[in-house]
């Protein structure tokens, strides 16, 4: 009888979602901390007195929570070949007297 995976078949490792161990460490150091870094991040993009420049930074990342960053769409034509453009003009059409 056949061994292995079949092709596109998931067996082991991980559940979607659940953390590795590194990631795990550093949330229990930082709670034990009572660290919450967005919350300083958030204390920096709103200080009127930090540099502007960081204060642009820290929103930036921050915005990130928010809203997903957007990904570079590549279009391509037919069978992933070069697009084809037409261009028409359509005042032109009808002006036949025929």
């Known amino acids: 009888m056949p061994r292995g995976s079949i092709p596109g078949e998931r067996r082991g490792g991980r559940a979607p979602?659940?953390?590795n161990r590194a990631t795990v460490e550093v949330a229990e150091k930082l709670a034990a901390l009572n660290f919450d870094p967005i919350a300083a991040m958030v204390a920096i993009a709103t200080d009127p007195g930090a540099d502007?420049?960081?204060?642009?930074?820290?929103?930036?990342?921050?915005?990130?929570?928010?809203?997903?960053?957007?990904k570079a769409?590549?279009?391509?034509g037919d069978?992933?070949?070069?697009?084809v453009v037409?261009?028409?003009?359509?005042?032109?059409?009808?002006?036949?007297?025929g």
């Open 17 to 19: 979602g659940t953390p």
């Open 79 to 83: 069978g992933g070949g070069p697009m």
């Open 52 to 70: 502007l420049a960081l204060r642009g930074r820290m929103a930036s990342d921050l915005a990130q929570f928010v809203h997903p960053r957007r």
């Open 73 to 76: 769409v590549e279009h391509a």
């Open 86 to 97: 037409q261009i028409v003009d359509f005042s032109k059409l009808g002006d036949d007297d």
